[in-house]
Every structure is written in C-alpha cells, then in structure tokens.
C-alpha cells in the first residue's frame, strides 16, 4: 500500500496531491427484544485523492477499486485544472511528519469470533429484561472497527495508523398502564475488545432509568435556573460554541463571522471553551488530522471572551492563522472539513451541592437524547431530569426540551462546578453530510440562571 | 462476476441472493456564486445473504474483491436468527424509466452552465448564493439461487440552492432542492428560482409572533415533522414490534378526509423510481393512506416472513447491512388549491417553511416541539412578514386530523413530495 501511495504521488502532474487509503473491518451485532436482529462482519477498502493546482479549484476523487489510484490520481488533476478560481486557494504550512502509529488496539476486535461478540450482546441486553417486569421491549447494539489508514502528500507527509473503535448502545422501553417511557445509554472509546468488557452497568441503568420515567410527571414549561450535567453541557458546548468557531462556516457565513467576532465577551471570567484534538484516550483524539496536520488543545472561549478558531490548511491560510488538525474526513468518501474533536467547556470551583443549594425551584437536566442549533437558536432535548427543590435534586421528571438564544443562555451561566468530565457517549456527529464522525465532549456541572424549559407538549 | 459468487454461495449454503450495487457522482460545488470544487465518487459495494441451516446470514465488501465475503456471511447465519424466507423467483417487471441517456451523457460543462443558471437567477444585493449540482449514475444487479437474474441503470440529476441575506444581526437562509432522473427543464427551475425569490421577499420585514391555537400553514418541504412518524408507523416491522401507533387502525379513518398517502415506485424520472426491490420482488404502487382511511404496511421478505405476509416489494440493500424496508418514492396526494388561495380565509396564523430539531425524540409517537427555522405570519389572508421567535408544539397525527386544506403543488425533497397543507387549531408559542 505504501508504495503504491508513493508511486502514486510521485506520478501526479498536480501542484498539490494528497491521497488517503483505508482498510476497514467491521463488525456489527444488534437486537431487538429478545431477538437478534442480526451479526455481521463487513469488510470496506477504498482511496480518496485531492489535488490543487495554481489558479484552480479543487479536483476530489473517491473510488473503492484501489487497483485504479493512478488513474483517479489523474482524474482529480484535470477536474482542478477544469475549474478555474479569482481567490486562490491557498495552504497553510505544517510540519512535514512521517508517523507510523499503532493505536493500542486493546485486545484486537478482529481476532473475536463473531459469536463471542454476539454471546456478550445477548447477556448485556438480558441484564434489561432482568431488571423489572414492566420492561417489554429493548435495542442493544454492538459495533466495532479497526482502520488501516494510509496518508500521503505531495509536500512529504507520509502517515500510518491503525484506529480501533467500539460502542455499545442501550435503549431499555418500559410500559405501564399505557405509558411508554424509555432509557438510552451508549459508550463510544477508541479502544478494543478488553475496555468493552463488565459493562452491565449501563444497560442496567437504562432499564432503570425506563422504569423510573414511567412516574415522572412533566416539568411546567417555564423559565427556571437550570442546573446541566457535564454530559448535557458537553453536549450543549460541542453543538453551539464549538460548531461555531468552525472556521469554513464563519468564512462563507458572514453573520456567523460578526456574532464570532474575536475579543467580543461572551460569558463571564469563569468561562474557558476549548477543543483538544490530541487529549489522551478520548473519543475524538488522533495523532493527525486528514490532511496531515498533528493535532492539539485549541482554546475558543478564554476567560469569557473568544480567542480562538478551528481550522483545516485552507481555512488557517484564508484567515492568517496557523492549522489546529481540526481537518477530518469520516471515511475515504470524504474530503477533510473542519470538525471538532474533544470539545470542552474547563473546570470550575465548587462542587455539585454548592451549584443546587441556593435555587428554590429548579431543573436538574441531564444527558441528551438530541440537540441542534441553527447559528444562535438551540433546541436541545435531555435524556431525563429532576426538579430542584430547596436546594436539592427531588423527584425525576420527564426529558426537558431547552431551547433559546445562545449569547443569552452564555451570559445566564452564573456557576461552573469543578467537577469536569469527560463524556464516553457513543453516537458521533454530522457535518456536510458526513455522520457519525467520532468525537468527545467533555464539562463540569453548569448552573444558568434562567433558562427556558418546556415540558408539557401539546 | 456475480454469476460464480451466487453458484458457490448455492453450494455452499441452502440458499443465496446478492445485490450488487455500482455508483458514480460527479458534483459541482459553488460557494459564494462560484465554482469553489468538483468532485467525482465511485462505488462498488457486494451484499451477499445466505440461509444456511434455516438461519440467515448477511455480509458485504466494497470493491471488485469478494474473496471470504461467503465465509464471512456463512459465519453471521451461524449465529444468526431462524426463519423461513422464501426468495422471489424471475417474474416479469413493470416499465418505469429510472435511466436518462441525455442526463448519463451530460458533460461537466453542461452541469456548470446548470450551476451558472441558478446562480445569476438568484443573485441579488446582500445575498450570498451556494449551489450544489450532482450528478449520478448506478446500476442494481440482482441474483438468486432461485434463478433469478434482473436489474437496471439509473440516472440522476440533482440541484440544490441556498440564499442566504443578512439583515441586521439576522440572517435570513432560504434553500430549495430538485432532483429527477433526467436534467431539469426550464419551467422547473424558474419555479425553484421563483418560489425562493419569493420566500426572500417575504422575509424583509419581521414581525411579531402569535401565540396560542391558530391555524399553520406547513410549506411542502417543511412537513417533515408531520410525515416523519407515520414513514415509521408504516413499517411492518413497527408493526411486528407493537411499536406502531396505526397498526390496529387498518381499514379505519385515522386522519382527516382530504390525506392521502402513497408510495409510487413507478413513476418516470423520480429519484426513488425503480422496477423492482432490491430483493427481486416487483414494484407497484401501495396506498398506505387513502382519503384518510389507513391502508396497507410496507415489507421486505424477512418482516413479511415474520409477519405471515407478503412482501410489498420495499426491500432496501445497502453493502454491509441486511435488507431493510424503505419506500421508494413516498407521495401525498395534493389537493387543488395554490398556496395563495390556500392562506387566502386565515385571518391571523403562521406560514412554517422549516422547523429546528425534526427528528429528535420518540418519533413515532408523533408528539413534537420544534423553534421555527422559517416561518411567516399570515395576517386578513396574506403574508406580512417572517416571524423569529416563535415554537410549534403538536402530535402530528392530531395535526393530519386536522387538516384542512391542500396546495396543488408538490415539494419533492429527495424521494418524498407532499403539498403545502394548512391545518387548524396549531399550539404556536410565539415569545
């Protein structure tokens, strides 16, 4: 493979080449109920070839055949050479590195006969049915990958990598007297088959979790202080400030760009946002990004006001800052954008009883069944919540749908707790059509004053 | 090549069918009014099942390789459930164009004059434009130890548009879409053109929200949050599971009388038309909803199996999973009126062109609170203005009970249409 990248490259006539080849096995086990819904292995190989040329555009070319990478190689030249550009397209430089990184493979998942994978998927989703009699009706899925990674660029970067990755997902469906409520939990790591092991636990707690809703009453929609576990604060992060300092949107969307504006204050000097591309053992941590630039800890939001932006080459040379290897493509199909990685909102002071103990009447919204936002409008659905009460979690109630302006809700965080984590979610995120891309959101607890919540639907 | 696989597969395995699927897509991107990328993608993806011990067992390769691609699905039906599927032998197929030669023969240079007509169309002061052209050429081949061997080319253009104005501190994002088989002809693009110059012009002012009941108007490409549940309550798998909510409904009028719902796998030159399955079975036209009375589920051979039925012929492949049930070209019938004679009586109420969030939730369940993206206030019957803080919370299916009128135009997003349809007594919280 790694000379027939070179060889590759070494023929191409365009000023820019850059070719990424990819050997994917899969495997996949899901049920449904008590019943498998099926277990299978896949195998995907393919290449993914850029080229830019002075004065012209991008020529892109994906292809499964691998056999045909010297003449996908000429065809990415000719389509750059066919579209001509006024701006031109520039690169920012990065160091020219040559990586062979073996992620630890934790166990390789491709030495796991298929019916061991199956076996501990059928046990993980009896532990639901196990929990209470009124849970009719579950979804377990396991899934893991291994890619062989192949990069290469005309300016010298060559790359090597293997990438393991395992999830499992839970959803536990509880009914009684006509009342359907569910629980979900998933778990996401770049790991292997040892890390997936003993977690009965969380198929147990969505079970639980299902039983537990089944009592709940709704929230009275309303404006509330709105306590955020770090699993919906990660997530809320990663959706608004995170999406936001991508720098390929702010660059075609000039409202974005004047909301984003450097230096402005966005929240108090509590307030530090960042994304940490090469933060050990997370979700979305890698060596490099897909273009070859090695990732690394990029603030956006420093003591309240924004400081920093996400950026692939393009971007980086289009806005005269340096790359932050936020490039990343989700498979060979795909050209790099600009992604996020492991996005946070840091640590705080205080512990959790020390955000709650003065709201009389509040939310307590934890994890996330969804979330989107739209520029500065967000709509975000929790996994389920409890009511605060004099300053204390009371009872559970159903899952709360948070929507409003986000430099409103920024500027309503009063608490940030010192409780950071990091989220293990599985799941991935969606941009320009590529989905589910790996990533990790992490977060302290996160009080705002007064958030609206609605609860009751029509 | 697909020939030897499904003959050692045969002697391998009690039975077999594959699926072998090739795509190529050229696409232009314009950012800004120009050409930013072109691009080109080709695929080649191999589903092969077996049933082997009266278990199946599915696996997939992309590529021309498939060597251990029958080890690999022999060793999913080990584990695999049990069950009795019988595959479809050859039978004759209806005639339904899917395939273009003027649209496969189209040159690049074409395909930019198409990017490069939308883009002067639509530009105006203050407005940046970004236009997607694409275009795609694919062929299913299907075979069967049954003996059946079929399939078919399929062509496809497709062109989508957004206009995005700011105003203020606002920006205003107006995007429309067409696809077909074949290129698009004049008249339709100058519709896309107008219709979005038109939702632009609307927005310029903004108005405040309304709150409470009043009467929505949901724009073709914003029923989303409407259809969505029923595309999953029309499963026979949803219905297997007891997850539907329509699934003791059959035969019984579940929605006002003016809904109709279909899925049309026959008709020429739309992007989900096709003359069989991907499982053989041949297409036909299925009412899942007419005048309001619920009609018929959607099977492919394992829920059919499972279900005692019939396929309807909705088996779907893709390369690494099992086949799936999905629809082909899902349609609601449009009713006889434009949207300005739709919003003509409604004194007060919301136009909804797109909502935020669709899809988030226990969907088939059909209750939903979604921000509007874009929406309008309607004011004695006409628009005055875009509202920006305003939510909708409903059921759909409440809503499709109460709906009551029709446009006469569809709004084809990818392979669904629907009109616009006006419905009465909406919760909107304006803010």
Same mark, same amino acid.
């Given at each position: 493979?790694?000379?027939?990248? =070179? ?67 000429? @065809? ?20 020219? @590195?040559?990586?062979?990184?073996? #992620? ?15 076996? /501990? ?30 990069? &290469? ?57 299902? $039983? ?25 992060? %990663?959706?608004?400030?995170? %999406? ?5 949107? /702010?660059? !075609? ?67 005269? !800052? @340096? ?32 955000? $709650?103990?003065? $709201? ?13 936002? %739209?520029?500065?409008?967000?709509? =975000? ?63 302290? %607890? ?13 | ?156 253009? #497709? ?7 700011? !105003? ?43 709150? &409470?009941?009043?009467?929505?108007? =949901? ?33 019984? !009028? ?46 492919? /051979? ?40 739709? $919003? ?12 935020? &969030? ?66 009465? #007594? ?6």
């Amino acid at each position: 493979m790694k000379n027939r990248l =070179f060889d590759a490259l070494r023929a191409s006539r365009a000023d820019y080449t850059e070719i990424r080849l990819e050997r994917s096995w899969a495997t996949t086990v899901a049920y449904r109920g008590r019943r498998l819904e099926g277990a299978s292995a896949g195998l995907d190989c393919g290449g993914f070839v850029r080229c830019l040329n002075r004065g012209r555009g991008w020529g892109i070319v994906s292809f499964t055949s691998i056999g045909r990478l010297p003449s996908m190689v000429a @065809r990415a030249h000719e389509m750059s050479l066919s579209v001509p550009v006024d701006e031109p397209i520039r690169l920012a430089p990065i160091p020219v @590195r040559q990586g062979d990184v073996r #992620g630890d493979l934790d166990g390789d998942v491709r030495g796991i006969p298929l019916e061991e994978k199956q076996a /501990l998927l059928e046990r993980l989703n009896g532990e639901m049915f196990g929990v209470d009699r009124r849970i009719v009706d579950t979804q377990a899925a396991y899934h893991d990958e291994v890619t062989e990674y192949w990069f &290469g660029n005309s300016d010298g970067v060559l790359i090597h990598e293997l990438r393991p990755e395992v999830s499992l997902s839970a959803v536990a469906v509880a009914v009684e007297h006509g009342i359907i409520e569910r629980g979900l939990e998933s778990i996401g790591l770049r790991r292997g088959w040892i890390s997936i092991q003993a977690r009965e636990e969380l198929f147990l707690r969505a079970a639980r979790r299902a $039983i537990a809703l089944l009592h709940a009453s709704r929230i009275r929609s309303g404006t509330y202080p709105v306590v955020l576990d770090p699993k919906l604060a990660g997530v809320f992060v %990663h959706e608004t400030i995170g %999406h936001l300092s991508e720098a390929d949107f /702010l660059a !075609q969307n000039h409202e974005a760009g004047a909301l984003m504006t450097p230096g402005r204050r966005v929240g108090s000097p509590e307030l530090n946002v960042g994304d940490d591309g090469s933060a050990a053992g997370r979700r979305g941590t890698l060596p490099y990004d897909d273009e070859g630039t090695p990732t690394q800890n990029t603030l956006l939001v420093q003591n309240g006001v924004l400081v920093g932006r996400l950026h692939s080459r393009e971007t980086a040379a289009r806005m005269g !800052q @340096r790359p932050t290897g936020n490039a990343r493509a989700l498979s060979f199909r795909h050209p790099p954008i600009v992604r996020l990685s492991n996005t946070y909102i840091a640590n705080g002071k205080g512990t959790f009883e020390d955000l $709650i103990r003065d $709201i009389k009447l509040g939310v307590y919204a934890c994890d996330a069944l969804g979330g989107r936002a %739209h520029l500065e409008d967000y709509s =975000f659905t929790s996994g389920y919540a409890h009511m605060i009460r004099d300053g204390k979690v009371a009872e559970i109630v159903k899952p709360a749908t948070l929507a409003g302006k986000l430099f409103e809700t920024l500027d309503r965080i009063d608490r940030i707790g010192g409780d950071f984590r990091w989220n293990e979610m599985g799941g991935g995120c969606g941009k320009g059509g590529q989905a589910p891309l790996p990533v990790g959101e992490g977060a302290p %607890h996160v009080r705002i004053r007064d958030m609206r919540v609605g609860g009751e639907l029509a | 090549m697909i020939g030897p696989l499904i003959e050692e597969a045969g002697r391998r395995a009690h039975a077999a069918d594959v699926a072998v699927k090739t795509d190529e897509t050229v696409t232009l991107t314009f950012e800004a009014g120009r050409l930013r990328s072109t691009s080109y993608a080709e695929e080649r993806g191999t589903n092969l099942r077996v049933i082997s011990n009266g278990r199946l067992g599915v696996a997939g390769v992309t590529g021309e390789d498939t060597g251990g691609l029958i080890d690999r699905a022999l060793a999913s039906a080990r584990v695999g459930d049990p069950l009795e599927l019988l595959l479809p032998e050859a039978a004759p197929l209806p005639r339904v164009t899917t395939h273009y030669p003027r649209a496969a023969a189209a040159q690049i240079e074409e395909l930019v004059q198409l990017g490069r007509l939308l883009i002067d169309r639509l530009s105006r002061n203050g407005c940046q434009v970004n236009v997607v052209v694409e275009r795609t050429l694919g062929s299913v081949q299907l075979s069967n130890t049954q003996g059946l061997e079929a399939g078919y080319d399929v062509s496809g253009i #497709g062109l989508s548009a957004e206009v995005i104005r700011v !105003q203020g501190d606002q920006a205003v994002v107006v995007g429309d879409y067409l696809a077909g088989a074949d290129l698009p002809g004049l008249p339709a693009i100058e519709a896309m053109v107008d219709g979005m110059l038109r939702r632009i012009e609307w927005a310029e002012r903004i108005v405040p929200a309304p709150s &409470g009941r009043m009467p929505v108007c =949901f724009t073709g490409g914003s029923t989303a949050a409407l259809l969505l549940p029923l595309q999953l309550a029309f499963l026979g798998k949803s219905v297997l599971q007891g997850a539907s909510p329509l699934a003791e409904k059959a035969g019984e !009028q579940a929605f006002a009388a003016g809904f109709t719902l279909s899925d049309e796998p026959l008709l020429d030159a739309r992007p989900g038309s096709r003359p069989m399955d991907d499982e053989g079975v041949p297409s036909a036209r299925l009412a899942l909803v007419e005048a309001g009375v619920v009609r018929h589920f959607i099977y492919d /051979l394992e829920t059919a199996a499972r279900a005692r039925v019939r396929s309807t012929g909705h088996g779907r492949r893709s390369t690494f999973a099992k086949p799936q049930a999905a629809y082909s070209n899902l349609v609601v019938a449009p009713g006889d009126r434009s949207l300005a004679e739709l $919003i003509a009586p409604v004194e007060d109420g919301l136009l909804v062109d797109g909502l935020l &969030g669709v899809g988030q939730g226990n969907v088939i369940g059909g209750a939903f609170s979604h921000p509007v993206a874009l929406g309008y206030r309607i004011r004695q019957g006409e628009i005055s203005g875009r509202v920006t803080r305003a939510a909708v919370a409903a059921n759909a299916y409440d809503l499709l009970n109460r709906m009551v009128g029709l446009g006469r135009e569809l709004q084809w997003i990818g392979s669904s249409a629907a009109p616009a349809m006006l419905v009465d #007594g909406v919760s909107v919280v304006g803010e």
